[in-house]
């Protein structure tokens, strides 16, 4: 089984989708892509999971299966998924998947399908809790390495934003690159854009799912180039703290529009959200003087889930 990915990472180990159709095996190909885990020291791919018809499906890179702090790592991720799973699927003759499935209690029942126990589902939990706070000490040694404030949060009143455990495929933006939402928000995302179609507006995307790597490498460019930290963080979310990093924002653009220009205001496609957005549980997340001091963003829209019934 070859490598699905020979990218050298600046991390230990790496949470993130591919961002490109190269990055999937050719098996995977008709499968809505979550999340790859590559390994530095190789840049072998250690666990890759898609979506099935069945449900979640599981394979590891062979080689990677007896590496202990990455194979913990995919723990962390695994529990993030399937805590509140009881079964998930193995594709193919893929031994490495099956020894750390059973190594979590996890039992065959029929075909490739594995079910959990509530045990498991307990341990797998406790494992994504810890792997939340680590992604809070990353998120705070990067702004002490990046020069952002401590009280960032508190000033801007912002808040921590845990990266997407769960993606899919919302097709290829302007770049023509594939871009990714949560289930949730993809479903509402290409509502929306249908809707919008049978009005005559053409909706496209900029930017979706941006995870906490990019939005670092993004503010470490600028300030490469010598732009001041608080000039910065007015355009750009500290790293932890973007939508992007939920899934569930999505920077928008119409033909003949410049990406990211405050002229967007002026489109069609603008007037057109303003109108209707709501509809689809999307709101524009920076209007003009906003609180949080980020620079007025006509394009930049979350869409936000229903919430949970109380009775």
């Known amino acids: ?110 075909g490739d399908r594995w079910r959990s126990t509530e045990q498991t589902r307990a341990r797998l ?14 998120v705070h040694m990067v702004m002490l390495e990046l020069g952002i404030p401590d009280d960032f949060s508190a000033v801007s009143g912002l808040p921590l934003v845990d990266e997407a455990n769960r993606l899919v495929s919302i097709g290829r933006d302007v770049f023509d690159r594939i871009q990714y939402l949560t289930p949730g928000a993809a479903q509402a995302w290409r509502q929306m854009v249908a809707a919008a179609d049978d009005d005559g507006v053409d909706l496209q995307v900029v930017s979706a799912f941006r995870g906490f790597d990019y939005q670092t490498g993004l503010i470490r460019r600028k300030l490469e180039k010598g732009q001041p930290i608080d000039r910065i963080l007015r355009v750009s979310a500290a790293p932890g703290f973007s939508e992007h990093h939920s899934g569930c924002a999505v920077d928008v653009t119409a033909p003949g529009c410049p990406a990211l220009e405050e002229t967007f205001e002026n489109s069609d496609a603008f007037a057109w959200l303003k109108r209707h957005a709501d509809r689809f549980r999307f709101t524009l997340s920076y209007p003009r003087d906003n609180p949080h001091g980020i620079t007025y963003e006509p394009w930049h829209w979350r869409w936000s889930p229903p919430r949970a019934s109380t009775r």
Request: with cysteine.
């Open 125 to 138: 939990k406790g494992m994504a809790s810890a792997h939340h706070r680590r992604y809070r000490q990353r």
């Open 1 to 110: 089984m070859r490598p699905f990915c020979d990218l050298m990472l600046t991390q230990d180990l790496l949470l993130r989708p591919p961002h490109e159709d190269e990055l999937m095996p050719d098996s995977a190909r008709d499968l809505d892509p979550l999340k790859v885990i590559e390994v530095r020291a190789t840049g072998n791919t250690a666990g890759f999971i898609g979506e099935t018809g069945h449900g979640p499906w599981l394979e590891l890179e062979p080689a990677q299966r007896n590496r202990g702090r990455g194979t913990e790592t995919l723990f962390a991720w695994l529990g993030a998924l399937l805590a509140e799973r009881d079964e998930i699927w193995i594709r193919g003759n893929n031994e490495p998947a099956r020894g750390l499935l059973r190594k979590f209690a996890f039992s065959p029942t029929t």
